[in-house]
């Protein structure tokens, strides 16, 4: 058996856009078992996802390998669907490791990003979740640019996931199609300081600039309700950082561990529509463990 695990991940930290992201300790598994005359997927998701060779996971797979011989398999996830979470692209990465390990293609996690990347139109998501911690990223159209986005080790994700969808397809319809040029030169600005303040450990610069977004978060505000609300209730604790994470609807706040209890004792005394979890940053970002040879 060989075992493929891909982390969540959580993509733009505010003023990010399209480019930055990073590993966060919730993840999809996926057990590749004997080979078979037909593609054999079980999986912990409803029924009517498939469970044959029109699986996401396998489809991706049959684009790097189109010869890829049949297994069965099994996939388990702990990553919630059209959350903002990454759910798509920890199966992409999936099925892509799984092609280039059956297949024995050994192609390097540069190739394996470049691919993912021109599947998913730009590397937020695939870049953390292949490589782990925090990544910034750019694609232009032929070529993926990246490099390691240095991230507190002393701090948690409170993530706050809602009960509904939304699909990254409606969140890109909110989008203005252009911004004002001073707006734009303004948005570059916050993006590029606010990375400068995280590689220095300048954290409380860094998190008040998480939150002055000009690309995307006041278009979807009107999607994500419970974004203002969250960051109300952190103001009133004295706590910045919080963001609309992906396209939404999850909203994280990046706070210091001391704090993170106090935060999530006042959103869960809020009763907000969804679920609660204290997150860590996975800094391993893709695995594979070869348990025996198929």
Do not use: C
């Amino acid at each position: 058996m060989i075992v493929i695990k891909v982390p969540a991940t959580s993509a733009n930290i505010g003023p990010g856009f399209d480019s930055l992201g990073v590993a966060l300790q919730l993840y999809l598994t996926l057990e590749i078992h004997e080979k078979t005359s037909h593609w054999i997927v079980d999986h912990d998701f409803n029924d009517d996802m498939p469970h044959d060779e029109n699986h996401f996971i396998v489809q991706k797979a049959l684009l790097l390998a189109p010869q890829l011989t049949p297994h069965h398999i099994i996939v388990k996830s702990d990553i919630p669907l059209a959350r903002g979470l990454g759910s798509s692209s920890s199966a992409l990465l999936a099925g892509l490791a799984m092609a280039n390990v059956i297949n024995h293609l050994e192609l390097s996690d540069d190739a394996l990003l470049s691919f993912a990347t021109r599947l998913e139109g730009h590397p937020d998501n695939v870049a953390p979740a292949l490589f782990g911690g925090g990544v910034s990223a750019y694609y232009d159209g032929s070529k993926v640019y990246h490099a390691p986005l240095k991230i507190p080790k002393n701090v948690d994700f409170v993530t706050f996931i809602p009960n509904y969808e939304l699909l990254t397809s409606e969140a890109r319809t909110a989008l203005p199609a252009t911004l004002p040029f001073k707006q734009s030169v303004a948005a570059s600005a916050i993006s590029n300081t606010l990375i400068a303040a995280l590689n220095a450990d300048h954290f409380d610069t860094a998190s008040s600039l998480i939150e002055q977004d000009q690309f995307h978060e006041l278009a979807r505000s009107a999607l994500v309700p419970q974004l203002a609300v969250i960051r109300q209730i952190a103001h009133q604790l004295g706590i910045t950082g919080t963001y609309l994470s992906g396209a939404g609807p999850t909203v994280i706040t990046i706070v210091p561990k001391n704090r993170a209890t106090n935060l999530l004792t006042a959103l869960t005394t809020a009763n907000l529509p969804g679920k609660l979890y204290r997150l860590e940053q996975d800094t391993n970002g893709l695995t594979i463990t070869k348990e025996e040879e198929l």
